[in-house]
């Protein structure tokens, strides 16, 4: 069975800063790895997706992650973070023998001014 | 071209009672999945549909039900409500499902409180 793992509910960056949100899977064929955002009071929006092409994966409004099968991960970052990227993150896993997408417990990310 | 649509947006119901939550999938797409999302237990999946049939479950009680139309709508319905369903429910629609890398495009949810 397939299973996501995010390390931190709560992470706090700086405007500015570096955004680092980290996911660990579990999968014993290749995954297919997904990152979303909600916003308050909204559903999830898709930032991106690995399906086995790149290992770096470039997703939208800045955001991307690294696919690294040694480590089991797939973290997404975001050079420079902005207030509007306030929200709660999930990573999610799927494979092609699968049927159900499994989503991690997801992280709120908090900017400070 | 229209996003998931569900509907209602919020609903407010007492212990015992049933629910009927709606989602319309976009234009095109015949996999609708539904997914609880609370706090403690984040989301997790309910089951999918597609062409009228479920196709899949998650690890909830029969209480919990949903069917499929012709036009790909999708209901879910819970009986004999309890405390612990209040939740946000969620719809995800995608072309034809089935996990694999296609995207779920996902609604707003209908926010259940419970009482």
């Known amino acids: 069975a397939q299973s996501v793992t995010q390390l931190g509910s709560h992470v706090s960056v700086s405007e500015g800063a570096l955004v680092l949100l980290r996911c660990n899977y579990s999968s014993s064929v290749p995954p297919y790895l997904f990152w979303y955002v909600q916003y308050p009071n909204q559903g999830l929006q898709l930032l991106l997706k690995y399906t086995s092409a790149a290992t770096l994966v470039k997703g939208i409004n800045g955001f991307e992650a690294e696919f690294k099968k040694s480590e089991t991960s797939f973290h997404l970052t975001k050079p420079s973070a902005h207030m509007s990227d306030a929200a709660e993150y999930f990573c999610?896993?799927?494979?092609?023998?699968?049927?159900?997408?499994?989503f991690g417990k997801g992280t709120r990310l908090h900017i400070l001014p | 071209k229209a996003g998931v649509t569900q509907t209602p947006r919020y609903l407010i119901k007492t212990r015992g009672q049933q629910v009927t939550l709606s989602c319309s999938p976009i234009s095109g797409h015949r996999s609708v999945s539904w997914y609880q999302q609370t706090p403690g237990q984040g989301l997790q999946f309910l089951f999918e549909y597609f062409s009228e049939t479920q196709r899949n479950k998650g690890n909830f009680p029969g209480r919990f039900s949903g069917r499929q139309f012709s036009n790909s709508r999708s209901e879910m319905n819970v009986s004999t409500l309890e405390l612990g369903d209040s939740a946000l429910y969620l719809c995800?629609?995608?072309?034809?499902?089935?996990?694999?890398?296609?995207?779920?495009?996902f609604g707003p949810g209908t926010r259940l409180l419970v009482l």
């Open positions: 995800a629609s995608s072309l034809v499902g089935g996990g694999d890398q296609e995207t779920q495009y």
């Open positions: 999610a896993v799927t494979t092609n023998r699968d049927d159900k997408i499994i």
